[in-house]
């Protein structure tokens, strides 16, 4: 079974920046893609930035120029680094993989909060 631990979370002021990261444990088959999903206050969960199987990233418009999704294809290690932040990027942070191989799956972590006030 495949656990995703996410770390890095923390409290910063508007203009700070942060470093999520997701450690991956367990057996991988195919990776299609993992991502790092945002859930504020009240609100639903929403990608923010996602990177595939062969490396193409994407991005909300929200965190374009100031997030930066990276992954490490060895052990599949996933970080998030969060540059400008702003109060809106307040949330929970969750890290998500979908594997494609014989018996796809999907797995996400148990959150890392991040709270950007000044």
């Known amino acids: 079974q495949v656990q995703l631990l996410e770390s890095g979370g923390g409290s910063v002021q508007p203009g700070g920046s942060l470093r999520l990261s997701c450690a991956v444990s367990?057996?991988?088959?195919?990776?299609?893609?993992m991502g790092w999903y945002r859930q504020a206050p009240g609100g639903q969960r929403e990608l923010i930035a996602g990177?595939?199987?062969?490396?193409?990233?994407n991005y909300a418009d929200s965190v374009k120029g100031r997030f930066t999704i990276s992954r490490n294809i060895v052990n599949y290690a996933l970080y998030l680094q969060m540059d400008s932040l702003k109060p809106e990027d307040t949330g929970t942070y969750y890290c998500?993989?979908?594997?494609?191989?014989?018996?796809?799956?999907?797995?996400w972590g148990q959150g890392t909060q991040v709270t950007v006030s000044s």
């Open positions: 990177i595939s199987g062969g490396g193409t990233t």
């Open positions: 367990g057996r991988i088959s195919q990776v299609n893609a």
């Open positions: 998500y993989l979908n594997d494609g191989g014989p018996v796809p799956f999907e797995s």
